[in-house]
């Protein structure tokens, strides 16, 4: 199966029998037919339940990638023109942690807006318990400028901690 759509995965193992594998979500957009080439990009977590990943992730090792699985997130319902009299209509993303992996490949598929952005409110509300711990902070202004995606940050492990996603989305 190729990757076709945002939110499909890989299984990722050392090249051995005995070692579970790891699933992670593609964070790249997926080229179909715009390009020959293909580049995977993942959000690779460090965790302690993961000790083999550091030493296993080197120039010259051997690892197992699966083939791409998953069917991915349905988009094509946000691009019909069944909505397009709708009073207000709005897309908020949620993820917390490595979650926000496939979101980046929705945003950056250009899927979500394909409606005009003014029409089409986008708002990420992305978790994580500091600032440090933030990942693609260098996208999020261009995500803004050219897919009309806000990011709100959700912090849960500081002073004025706001909790969690889902906390913040309950109100």
Not at 66 to 84: C, K, R
Not at 92 to 103: D, E, F, H, N
Request: with cysteine; charged share 20%; aromatic share 8%.
């Amino acid at each position: 199966q190729q990757y076709t759509t945002p939110g499909q995965f890989v299984q990722l193992r050392p090249d051995d029998a005995t070692t579970a594998p790891i699933f992670l979500a593609i964070s790249s957009a997926p080229t179909c037919g715009k390009t020959d080439a293909v580049t995977l990009q993942f959000l690779v977590k460090l965790s302690p339940r993961l000790p083999w990943l550091l030493d296993t992730l080197v120039t010259g090792n051997t690892v197992k990638i699966s083939p791409v699985m998953g069917s991915g997130f349905s988009l094509s319902q946000l691009s019909s023109e069944a909505d397009t009299e709708a009073e207000a209509f709005k897309v908020i993303l949620a993820a917390a942690g490595s979650g926000i992996a496939p979101l980046k490949a929705c945003i950056e598929s250009g899927l979500l807006g394909q409606r005009q952005p003014s029409q089409l409110p986008i708002i990420l509300y992305y978790g994580e318990w500091t600032e440090e711990d933030l990942c693609f902070t260098d996208l999020y202004t261009r995500w803004k400028n050219e897919y009309g995606v806000d990011v709100k940050r959700v912090l849960s492990r500081v002073p004025d901690a706001q909790g969690y996603v889902q906390k913040v989305l309950s109100r």
